[in-house]
């Protein structure tokens, strides 16, 4: 009962409050930004309601809901919860109030448009990761480009705006045009898209292998995996602050989200047919991005190709098939949501007060940002994967499962974690420590209220679930076991 | 209302009033009331006409509101006329659901394109009031095409639209755009005429036969056919393809489109190219089906080179006209793709796409209306006009966003599905490279919607108030009714495409 309300409460509020929201007066910015703030905070209560009534040690899905749109071409919306898509949206619900609040003061002209378009994205990704039909997954994965376009020409910093939000545009879109070519293949096939009917097909390896390609094109381009990652520091330098904190702390887990929903239980032959290569791709990935980042002097592009090489990590350990580095991988896409769209909270501070993102401007904060230099110290600590934040476990546990299925890997791998110390304290040296410079001196001030209650919430968490570390990875075990089992390799 | 007047009714009329032996055409003339009706008012207007001044501005209104009334009342009329499939006047006309149908869509149309071009009419100072006449003419000629059971009444009923339109074409005479476009449509238009005409006689010289349902059976029983019928059935297509404004015949569109004034440009957008349309559908699915695997090879050359000019060229236009003009060529390929697929799913989408198309593009006029008469000359990337509308009217540079990418077809818009029912219907008769390339395509166009979406939508420093005036309510309401319609389609049941589908059950079993 409480799971049907909760479902029709995160559908319909988002909803509500964009009707409400284009109903006020565009120069009433205080109304707006509450009015936007409030309906994320309401979502975020029903998400807590919504979390204590999932059961999950059972495996199929708690609830699914559905109506058919079309019976002709047999066209359904299905949605379904279960733990993996819970702990995703609950990233999602505990991320937008923060983005809210870090655009405060920073949107200062076109303010309903943005919230609007922030809500918009909250609507769309709630009902991607409940999607359970492969349609309207499509729909509201394709759909999340609207907002995203919109943001990012509209209030992105320079006139390279333009060109990074095609680039976005169109990568994006390319590939996920080809994944709807499948999506069409197998509903002619099998007549549904339900995903809940289609895991049981009996597609030949062949065939798999296409469909598989299909779809690894749009989730390797949301990734970004290696050939197609130009567009993410683009974007990332391009985007204003609070959608480069969705970027990264989002939209880019929906590729591993997909291959880990889609590609593992519809395709399990072809999975582990291309595990090897998706691997090798995946290595490249973080030793082309370990050693690009050294040369970065854009501090948002740095953490961009920083979000890649993590991304890749993850994938690398999905594609292990061990149990230690699954669960490992998921627990740092969840984490690494968290330290990535910190530190580019961090980072939009820093801008707001002066106008730049280029490391050599600032020289010596931590004389007059002490606040700020020590919480900007946890978030790379974190980013390094230090014990006791929560970027160690996941990267421990793909450590260990990558290295009980090849030592050679991980020696590769490894880089990763090595290049990863190496240019965070390089970084966090660079800006906080050194010398004064005049520049600085124009305006100063440490973090204020609205600042620090938009930091502090993700501290809080990245301590919480670094210290406590099987809060999050026990409700995800008999997930593992039940990909595991499905792709044979139990 | 359909089955109000079943053919036992009416006979039953005809025997208590006035006996059974009465005229042959009695029934005849029941069936053409809306046609009928629109003869009078024509005549009725000829002589209003005479005797007012044409320099007489205030009657415009006037007229104009005739003009709607008379369409409403044929639409009542031919709501009215009973369903059945019958021949008149000795198979020269036939009357069929199909027929029916079409007619009642092609009303709505012209009144649609006419009740949101009423202010902009009203606005142009120098108009000739004749154009009115010419209007009701055109769509006369159309219901008559859409009824012809004989290929002398396709004959005269094309010529009866084709000369309409190339007077409409000329009648606004201020600008040297409009000339050129009368001219080049007019010598144009004559030789898909005599094309069709020749194609004509030549399979009236081989067979015999002019009546359309002879000739379905003729061909379909006669094994041993000539090359001279194949050659005029092809010729026939080439005119019918060039007055669609398909690929390899498509160079008067942009320019004609271009030349005229944006009531005219919206009427010649959707009403005779859909009524060709429907005629193609009639044509290739009541009469040459016999011929299917040849058209599906002429066809795909059309789609092909349709696809690509259309959209390639799209991207390099500079003005709204010109790039809606080669943006309808890309969405012509589309549309004859699912014609030529011969399935259930492709016909259904094919309606879909048609309905789509218009519901799409209706309020993209009504917006390019409201930025007045630059329109017609105005530049795409002018960072005059788009860049400060969105401080001017921000719902409706909204509205503006909504439909462009909806035309471009992204999810969750409309304009997704009617590309997505093509696309599925094309893959579930495995053309999988038909599939690839359609998606290959849709690819490009995204980025010329793309490119006004981002011109309209980056932000800028100096911002010019141009003007502020108010949208007209009736315009509003299309606007925002559409727009609606295309942002909350996917969150309901298609109950249109479940109609279209029954209307397609209908018509083939």
């Known amino acids: 009962m409480i799971l049907n309300i909760g479902f029709f409460l995160l559908n319909i509020i988002p909803i509500v409050f964009m009707g409400f929201l284009l109903l006020t007066n565009p120069l009433y910015f205080r109304r707006i930004k509450q009015i936007a703030f409030v309906c994320s905070l309401l979502l975020l209560l029903i998400y807590l309601f919504l979390f204590f009534e999932v059961n999950c040690f059972f495996l199929p899905f708690q609830k699914t809901h559905g109506f058919n749109l079309n019976v002709f071409f047999n066209i359904n919306y299905v949605i379904g919860l279960d733990i993996i898509n819970l702990l995703f949206i609950g990233l999602t619900l505990i991320l937008m109030p923060l983005c809210i609040l870090i655009s405060w003061d920073s949107i200062y002209f076109r303010v309903k448009w943005f919230f609007f378009y922030l809500l918009l994205i909250e609507f769309f990704l709630i009902n991607v990761f409940l999607s359970l039909d492969l349609i309207p997954f499509y729909i509201f994965f394709e759909g999340l480009l609207i907002p995203l376009f919109l943001l990012i020409i509209g209030w992105g910093s320079r006139e390279r705006r333009i060109h990074a939000s095609f680039m976005l545009f169109f990568y994006t879109l390319i590939g996920s045009l080809l994944m709807l070519i499948a999506i069409i293949f197998l509903h002619s096939t099998y007549g549904t898209t339900n995903l809940y009917i289609l895991r049981h097909n009996n597609l030949s390896e062949y065939r798999q292998i296409f469909l598989w390609l299909a779809f690894f094109f749009s989730f390797g381009a949301k990734i970004p995996m290696m050939p197609f990652h130009i567009w993410l520091p683009e974007a990332h330098v391009e985007a204003p602050t609070a959608c480069s904190v969705l970027l990264a702390g989002i939209l880019l887990k929906l590729g591993t989200y997909g291959f880990l929903r889609f590609s593992f239980l519809l395709f399990p032959k072809a999975t582990v047919f291309f595990s090897t290569n998706l691997k090798v791709l995946a290595l490249m990935a973080i030793i082309y991005c370990s050693f690009v980042i050294i040369r970065q002097v854009d501090i948002k592009k740095i953490i961009a190709y920083s979000s890649i090489i993590h991304m890749n990590f993850a994938l690398l350990g999905l594609f292990t098939f061990n149990v230690q580095a699954i669960s490992g991988s998921i627990f740092l896409m969840l984490s690494h949501g968290l330290v990535s769209s910190g530190l580019f909270i961090c980072v939009g501070f820093i801008y707001d007060r002066y106008h730049t993102r280029l490391f050599q401007y600032y020289n010596g904060l931590v004389t007059y940002m002490p606040l700020y230099s020590t919480i900007l110290f946890f978030f790379f600590l974190a980013n390094m994967g230090f014990p006791g934040t929560c970027g160690f476990p996941g990267e421990f546990l793909i450590t260990i499962g990558v290295f009980e299925h090849r030592p050679l890997t991980i020696i590769y791998g490894g880089i990763s974690l090595i290049f990863c110390g190496i240019y965070s304290i390089w970084l966090y040296n660079r800006i906080v420590f050194s010398y004064l410079k005049p520049y600085n001196f124009k305006l100063f001030a440490d973090l204020n209220i609205r600042e620090l209650c938009v930091i502090v919430p993700l501290l809080c968490l990245l301590f919480f679930f670094g210290l406590d570390t099987t809060c999050i990875s026990h409700l995800y075990d008999v997930f593992v076991y039940f990909i595991l089992v499905k792709l044979d390799i139990y | 209302m359909f089955n109000f007047f079943t053919i036992e009714n009416i006979n039953c009329f005809i025997l208590n009033s006035k006996g059974y032996y009465m005229f042959v055409f009695n029934l005849d003339f029941f069936f053409l009331l809306p046609e009928i009706f629109l003869i009078i008012v024509l005549l009725v207007l000829l002589v209003n006409l005479l005797t007012y001044l044409r320099t007489n501005y205030v009657l415009l209104h006037y007229f104009l509101n005739l003009l709607l009334f008379t ?55 120098d108009i000739i009031l004749e154009f009115i006449i010419l209007y009701i003419l055109a769509i006369l000629g159309m219901c008559f095409l859409l009824n012809s059971g004989d290929f002398i009444m396709v004959v005269l009923s094309i010529e009866l639209i084709s000369f309409c339109l190339y007077t409409l074409s000329c009648t606004y005479k201020k600008s040297w755009f409009t000339i050129e476009a009368g001219l080049k449509y007019f010598v144009l238009g004559s030789l898909a005429s005599g094309l069709l005409a020749f194609g004509i006689s030549l399979i009236y010289c081989y067979t015999g036969i002019l009546n359309l349902t002879s000739l379905s059976v003729y061909l379909l029983y006669n094994t041993e056919i000539n090359l001279c019928v194949y050659i005029g059935l092809f010729l026939i297509f080439i005119a019918l393809l060039f007055k669609v404004g398909a690929a390899p015949f498509h160079f008067w569109v942009a320019d004609v489109y271009e030349g005229l004034p944006l009531h005219l440009t919206v009427f010649f957008f959707f009403v005779p190219k859909f009524t060709i349309l429907f005629f193609i559908f009639k044509l290739i699915f009541f009469v040459f089906f016999y011929f299917y695997v040849d058209l599906q090879i002429f066809f795909f050359f059309s789609i092909f080179l349709s696809l690509f000019i259309g959209n390639f060229s799209a991207i390099l236009q500079t003005k709204f006209k010109r790039l809606f003009a080669y943006s309808a060529i890309g969405h012509i390929g589309f549309i004859f793709t699912s014609f030529f697929l011969y399935s259930l799913e492709g016909l259904s989408s094919f309606f879909f796409y048609l309905f789509v198309y218009f519901i799409n593009m209706i309020p993209i006029f009504i917006i390019l209306m409201y930025f007045g008469e630059k329109s017609t000359s105005l530049k795409r990337n002018s960072p005059l006009f788009l860049r400060s509308f969105l401080e001017i009217n921000p719902i409706l540079v909204l509205c503006f966003t909504i439909l462009l990418l909806s035309l ?17 219907s094309t893959l579930s008769l495995s053309y999988y490279l038909l599939a690839f390339l359609l998606i290959l395509v849709s690819c490009f166009s995204f980025y010329y919607y793309l490119q006004i979406v981002a011109f309209i939508w980056a932000r800028r420093n100096n911002t010019i108030k141009l003007f502020s005036q108010e949208l007209k309510t009736s315009d509003a309401f299309f606007l925002i009714y559409f727009t609606v319609f295309t942002l909350f389609f996917f969150f309901f049941p298609f109950y249109i495409l479940d109609f279209i589908q029954y209307f397609i059950i209908l018509l083939f079993f």
């Open chain 2, 71 to 125: 369409l409403i009342i044929s639409l009542l009329l031919l709501l009215n006329t009973p369903l059945t499939n019958i021949d008149l006047f000795y198979g020269s006309i036939n009357i069929s659901l199909y027929s029916l149908v079409t007619k009642i869509v092609i009303i709505i149309l012209s009144t649609i394109c006419i009740i949101i071009s009423y202010n902009y009419i009203l606005s142009l100072k």
């Open chain 2, 408 to 424: 471009g077809g992204l999810p969750p818009l409309l304009g997704f599905f009617s590309k997505f029912f093509i696309i599925f």
